[in-house]
């Protein structure tokens, strides 16, 4: 008797396969000088620094040695100043005026005293390495978005970030995968962590630093989505004399970084192609999902969309 043979069609992992072929050096082919700080430098120093070229995080090296000790980012920052502040319900003129005092302070701290509070470090890849590598140690961990490229003698050569594989992913996303959409694997759906507009940025920086994560749905009185703030934002935190954490977190934004009260959008029905796309010229690591009613219903990161790529069985 004749038996009959089933076959199941797969589909091959032709993003993970683009990867792989390429090295970590093709991922960032415009590469920029190293922007860095030194480990006895203030935090305040490590702010501007920040600020003045515009990145998220930056490598920090010994104030002696001059060897590589790792990242510093707002995140960071974030979790030493919540280690530093009072619980912002209990605030009240006296403590606000103890709080300004204390975030003075806290701005003279050396870097090496905040560095690795809250961003899992990731080992510097070798530039001849397979992007992969670099792929794997940018989700080795959900607040981990940089890493430090070095070349055969260890010199430090350029910074490898989350946003460089997005971009590269994006322009190169390979057609027998472009119809594949983010609800197909999981995404768009879940549990948020928002925070109310009105509520004080000392409290959005506490949610994050307790929750671990490096942004908050920032929702309105009917817990409508309005905006986005995230670590990145505490770029204006020193612009005055004092650091602004008592003011409401609407009006932080709005003075600070106003693009943050337009929230970027994922569609769970599009593709994962679109939504690289949508990170990738936003230059953002998180993108949010509604409801009907636009209550934030979902987060799609960076990290999230990277794992994809690196895990997809391909069925």
Same mark, same amino acid.
């Given at each position: 008797r ?5 076959h ?5 992992n032709s993003?993970?396969?683009i990867?792989h072929?390429?090295?970590?050096? +093709?991922?960032?082919? #415009?590469?920029?000088d190293?922007i ?8 305040? #120093? ?9 990145i #998220?995080?930056c490598?920090?090296f010994?104030?002696s040695s001059? *060897?590589?000790l ?5 995140g960071d920052l974030t979790?030493?100043?919540v280690a530093?502040?009072?619980? @912002?319900?209990? $605030?009240d003129?006296g ?8 975030g003075?302070?806290?701005? &003279?701290?050396?870097?090496s005293?905040v &560095?690795?509070?809250f =961003?899992k470090?990731?080992a510097?890849?070798?530039? !001849? +390495? @397979?992007?992969?590598?670099a792929?794997?140690?940018?989700t080795?961990?959900a607040?981990t ?7 055969e003698?260890?010199? @430090?050569k ?5 946003s460089?594989?997005?971009?590269f $992913?994006s322009?190169?996303?390979?057609d +027998?995968?472009?119809d ?8 768009g759906? !879940?549990?948020v962590?928002s925070?109310p507009a009105t509520?004080p940025?000392l409290?959005a920086?506490?949610k994050m630093?307790?929750?671990?994560v &490096?942004a908050l749905?920032?929702?309105d009185?009917s ?5 986005n ?5 505490l770029?204006g935190l020193y612009?005055?004399?004092t @650091? *602004?954490l ?8 709005e003075? #600070?970084?106003p693009k943050s009260l337009?929230?970027?959008l994922a569609h769970p029905e599009?593709?994962?192609?679109a939504?690289?796309? =949508?990170?990738?010229?936003h230059k953002v690591?998180?993108a949010?999902?509604?409801d !009907? +009613?636009g209550?934030?219903a979902?987060?799609?990161?960076a990290t999230d969309?990277l794992?994809f790529?690196?895990?997809w069985?391909g069925n």
């Amino acid at each position: 008797r004749q038996q009959r043979t089933h076959h199941t069609t797969t589909m091959s992992n032709s993003a993970r396969d683009i990867l792989h072929k390429i090295k970590v050096a +093709d991922l960032t082919p #415009h590469q920029k000088d190293i922007i860095s700080i030194k480990s006895n430098d203030s935090v305040w #120093h490590a702010v501007k620094t920040l600020e003045k070229h515009s990145i #998220h995080s930056c490598p920090v090296f010994d104030s002696s040695s001059n *060897e590589y000790l790792g990242f510093i980012d707002f995140g960071d920052l974030t979790n030493y100043i919540v280690a530093c502040s009072p619980d @912002p319900a209990l $605030l009240d003129n006296g403590s606000m005026e103890n709080l300004q005092i204390a975030g003075r302070a806290i701005s &003279m701290v050396s870097v090496s005293r905040v &560095m690795n509070m809250f =961003t899992k470090e990731a080992a510097p890849v070798f530039v !001849g +390495d @397979p992007a992969t590598h670099a792929a794997q140690a940018l989700t080795s961990d959900a607040t981990t978005h940089h890493l430090l490229a070095i070349n055969e003698q260890k010199e @430090p050569k350029y910074v490898c970030s989350q946003s460089d594989v997005i971009k590269f $992913l994006s322009d190169r996303w390979p057609d +027998d995968m472009k119809d594949i959409s983010l609800a197909s694997c999981g995404y768009g759906y !879940g549990d948020v962590i928002s925070i109310p507009a009105t509520a004080p940025t000392l409290a959005a920086l506490q949610k994050m630093a307790l929750a671990r994560v &490096m942004a908050l749905a920032v929702v309105d009185g009917s817990g409508k989505l309005i905006g986005n703030f995230s670590a990145n934002d505490l770029k204006g935190l020193y612009k005055g004399a004092t @650091p *602004e954490l008592t003011k409401p977190v609407k009006e932080f934004l709005e003075t #600070h970084s106003p693009k943050s009260l337009i929230p970027i959008l994922a569609h769970p029905e599009d593709s994962i192609k679109a939504n690289l796309a =949508t990170l990738s010229s936003h230059k953002v690591h998180h993108a949010w999902t509604v409801d !009907g +009613d636009g209550k934030p219903a979902g987060v799609v990161s960076a990290t999230d969309l990277l794992r994809f790529v690196l895990n997809w069985s391909g069925n």
